[in-house]
Nanobody, 125 residues
């Protein structure tokens, strides 16, 4: 069992940056592939970014490519999502997710076994 706790969300203006953190506990963090997803009001949860155990393999949704960066610190059992040049359409509840697989990354909701409770990001225009 892995517990995930997101933090770092907030209300910001368009164009600024924000860094989300997801702290994991319960199992060896480096054994898990990690992902970030988001869900806007009235919309389905969607993939944002994914990373394998070492950070050597990354994948991004087209909507955030070039603006968001996913990275992890296995010594701190934490995965991050650096979000730059935020837009109002980035407004959503952001979730991190974990899957017990070190080698690859995953982009589908059903690929992941564990989820955090989410942190709200609201971007005003």
């Amino acid at each position: 069992q892995v517990q995930l706790v997101e933090s770092g969300g907030g209300l910001v203006q368009a164009g600024v940056s924000l860094r989300l953190s997801c702290a994991a506990s319960g199992r060896t963090f480096s054994n898990y592939a990690m992902g970030w997803f988001r869900q806007a009001p009235g919309k389905e949860r969607e993939f944002v970014a994914a990373i394998n155990w070492s950070g050597s393999r990354l994948y991004y949704a087209d909507s955030v490519k070039g603006r968001f960066t996913i990275f992890r610190d296995n010594a701190k059992d934490t995965v991050y999502l650096q979000m730059n040049s935020l837009k109002p359409e980035d407004t959503a509840l952001y979730y991190c997710a974990a899957r017990p697989d070190s080698y690859s990354y995953y982009t589908k909701i059903n690929d992941y076994n564990y989820w955090g409770q989410g942190t709200q990001v609201t971007v005003s225009s």
